[in-house]
């Protein structure tokens, strides 16, 4: 059964203060594991794919890297408009219906 | 109108009532999810249908029932609820068949069971 577990469950950081993001999972044959961001009373907003160890993708503050075991989302200098529920995801290959199994989500609060 | 569209955004019910959440996709996606969405706990998959047959029940209490009439609409018929089941309910769609982007979602309905 796949399984993933984010850490810390939440973050006060200072705005500027650079910080990094914990997603560990277990899945039989990874296709793919996402990053979304949701805002409070709002659904999930997509916001990476990674699909192979050592791949990385960015966008503005965010990078997001992939290891066989974890991915870390690292937030570069951030700002107040940051704070987020962050939450990772992965899809197993071969499953018909493109299912995700998430984790619990990693709440971030940027204090100006 | 664009992406996922779901309504209402806020549904109050008491336990003997029957009501039905409605999910709408512009996207030309062909599978759909019901996610439930509840404090302190990971997204849980209700839901699946995928080219428009269902493909995942999870195992979900029979007082949920969803309908997918076409593949750019999804249900939630509720019936007999009980307070535990007061959540935030999540639709999404995806475009299967192809490494894409995950689910685009809808911004929910806040279900309160009274």
């Known amino acids: 059964e796949d399984q993933v577990t984010q850490s810390p469950e939440a973050l006060r950081l200072q705005e500027g203060e650079s910080s990094s993001l914990n997603c560990s999972y277990t899945v039989s044959g990874l296709r793919g594991l996402f990053w979304y961001r949701q805002d409070p009373g709002k659904g999930p907003e997509f916001l990476f794919t990674l699909y192979s160890a050592g791949e990385e993708k960015e966008k503005e503050r965010l990078k997001a890297t992939l290891t066989k075991k974890e991915s870390f989302l690292h937030i570069t200098a951030p700002k107040p408009e940051d704070s987020a529920t962050y939450l990772c995801?992965?899809?197993?290959?071969?499953?018909?219906?493109?299912?995700?199994?998430f984790g619990g989500g990693t709440r971030l609060m940027v204090k100006p | 109108e664009t992406g996922v569209t779901q309504t209402p955004r806020h549904l109050v019910m008491g336990m003997t009532n029957k009501k039905s959440l409605k999910c709408e996709q512009h996207l030309g996606h062909n599978a759909m999810y019901w996610y439930k969405q509840s404090a302190k706990k990971p997204l849980e998959l209700m839901f699946v249908y995928s080219l428009e047959e269902r493909v995942e029940n999870n195992s979900v209490p029979s007082r949920f029932s969803p309908e997918c009439p076409n593949s750019s609409h999804l249900f939630l018929h509720l019936h007999t609820l009980q307070p535990e089941d007061s959540a935030l309910y999540l639709c999404?769609?995806?475009?299967?068949?192809?490494?894409?982007?995950?689910?685009?979602f809808g911004s929910g309905t806040r279900l309160t069971v009274v």
């Open positions: 995801a992965v899809q197993e290959g071969g499953n018909a219906g493109n299912m995700l199994t």
């Open positions: 999404a769609s995806s475009q299967v068949l192809r490494q894409n982007y995950g689910y685009t």
